[in-house]
């Protein structure tokens, strides 16, 4: 199911990711949710919400990496 805010998100997401990074994932994930709705758009046989979560973590890391000393993640550094 689509998520209202960020609140609802998983502990996985909510428990790791800035709040910046939760609200991209919101979009990504509820976004995926609407566009997915047809099983023959997913591959192979996932679920909807799995290829929902999988399109809003493709999202997130688009802007954000994880430091791979501390673990935490971070908005990735424009390259000018």
Do not use: C
Not at 11 to 33: G, M, T
Not at 54 to 59: D, M, P, Q, R, S
């Amino acid at each position: 199911m689509p998520y209202r805010q960020t609140h609802d998100l998983p502990a996985s997401v909510k428990d790791h990711l800035p709040a910046h990074a939760q609200e991209i994932y919101l979009k990504a994930f509820n976004s995926a949710w609407d566009e997915y709705r047809d099983p023959s758009e997913r591959r192979g046989h996932e679920s909807r919400e799995e290829t929902a979560h999988k399109v809003a973590w493709t999202a997130v890391k688009q802007t954000y990496e994880k430091d791979e000393t501390s673990g935490q993640w971070r908005a990735k550094k424009s390259h000018h």
